[in-house]
């Protein structure tokens, strides 16, 4: 089992910039691909970025291609995503995923954990 924490959430003006954690105690950090994902209000859980297990290959949504980075200590057993000019399509809940597997997936069915989520809210 993993247990994935969330934060970094928060309230922010369109342009601005937030940073997200997801924290995941355990020996077998390294062993996971990492996804993170969001769903605003009304709308279907949708993939945002992902990166495999030896942070060297990243994707992306195209809506935040140029916006948002993706990376991982595998030493601090954290995923992080920077999130730059930020736009109010951006609101919604994040959550962070990890899939026991080499390959990296866009499917959210296809990661095993998943985080409780944190609020991003930005504001026009």
């Known amino acids: 089992q993993v247990q994935l924490v969330e934060s970094g959430g928060g309230l922010v003006q369109a342009g601005g910039s937030l940073r997200l954690s997801c924290a995941a105690p355990?020996?077998?950090?390294?062993?996971?691909?990492m996804g993170w994902f969001r769903q605003a209000p009304g709308k279907e859980r949708e993939f945002v970025a992902a990166?495999?297990?030896?942070?060297?290959?990243?994707y992306y949504a195209d809506s935040v291609k140029g916006r948002f980075t993706i990376s991982r200590d595998n030493a601090k057993n954290t995923v992080y995503l920077q999130m730059n000019s930020l736009k109010p399509e951006d609101t919604g809940v994040y959550y962070c995923?990890?899939?026991?597997?080499?390959?990296?997936?866009?499917?959210?069915?296809?990661?095993?954990?998943w985080g409780q989520g944190t609020q991003v809210t930005v504001s026009s």
């Open positions: 995923a990890a899939r026991l597997s080499l390959i990296v997936t866009t499917t959210a069915p296809m990661y095993n954990y």
């Open positions: 990166i495999n297990r030896s942070g060297n290959t990243t």
């Open positions: 355990g020996r077998t950090f390294s062993k996971h691909v």
